[in-house]
């Protein structure tokens, strides 16, 4: 069972950057799909950028599109969020998820379902003040 490590969370300033990492303690390099949700609280869970490992592809919320970027280093099983110009309504609690199982076509707002992802990270606190 891979499971999965997020650090890199923190205290930013609204327009400055950050950069989460995500550690899988094996190798997801087949046919995963990989996900940032957060959380705020009172709201409920919401898919940020999502990553179709067996495509090649990625997908961004409308609300991050043109500020985040979610990468992977394969060599490192680790996962990214970089996050550029932070707003404050960006505050939430991060989370790296996993499928094991991704279909083959360009990645789309269909990663974004939560109850595709068996696998869960603990979370990282990104608070961003203006």
């Known amino acids: 069972q891979v499971q999965l490590v997020e650090s890199g969370g923190g205290s930013v300033q609204a327009g400055g950057s950050l950069r989460l990492s995500c550690a899988a303690s094996t190798d997801t390099s087949t046919n995963y799909c990989m996900a940032w949700f957060r959380q705020a609280p009172g709201k409920e869970r919401e898919g940020v950028a999502a990553?179709?490992?067996?495509?090649?592809?990625?997908y961004y919320a409308d609300s991050v599109n043109g500020r985040f970027t979610i990468s992977r280093d394969a060599a490192k099983n680790t996962l990214y969020l970089q996050m550029n110009s932070p707003k404050p309504e960006d505050t939430a609690m991060y989370y790296c998820?996993?499928?094991?199982?991704?279909?083959?076509?360009?990645?789309?707002?269909?990663?974004?379902?939560?109850?595709?992802?068996?696998?869960w990270g603990q979370g990282t606190q990104v608070t961003v003040s203006s």
């Open positions: 990553f179709n490992v067996r495509h090649g592809s990625t």
């Open positions: 998820a996993a499928a094991s199982w991704c279909p083959f076509r360009p990645a789309s707002r269909d990663l974004f379902t939560i109850q595709m992802y068996t696998i």
